[in-house]
């Protein structure tokens, strides 16, 4: 069994920056390709930034330019860095397989951005 938990949430005005990093622990080998996902308030999740296990990047066209996926295999460790939030980055943060799978969805870190 995979677990993932996800850290560095929190409450912060627009126009700044905030790290969240994820942790996988468990039956993993080998970090795969992974996933940043976030949830607003009564929206549908959503794929926020994608990384193969070569490191390859994709981003949602939302947060293209200000977020940053990367990983550190060693640590089995997912990082988010956001910079430049807005007020519509206000959700609820997954990370995840990519594609995600359903039985690893973990907690979630809340990032709130006020205006």
């Known amino acids: 069994q995979v677990q993932l938990v996800e850290s560095g949430g929190g409450l912060v005005q627009a126009g700044g920056s905030l790290r969240l990093s994820c942790v996988a622990s468990g039956r993993i080998f080998t970090l795969p390709a992974m996933g940043w996902y976030r949830q607003a308030p009564g929206k549908q999740r959503e794929l926020v930034a994608s990384?193969?296990?070569?490191?390859?990047?994709n981003y949602a066209d939302s947060v293209k330019g200000r977020f940053t996926i990367s990983r550190e295999n060693a640590n089995n460790t997912v990082y988010l860095q956001m910079d430049s939030l807005k007020p519509e980055d206000t959700a609820v943060y997954y990370c995840?397989?990519?594609?995600?799978?359903?039985?690893?969805w973990g907690q979630g870190t809340r990032v709130t951005v006020s205006s």
């Open positions: 995840n397989k990519f594609p995600m799978v359903d039985r690893y």
């Open positions: 990384i193969t296990s070569s490191s390859s990047t």
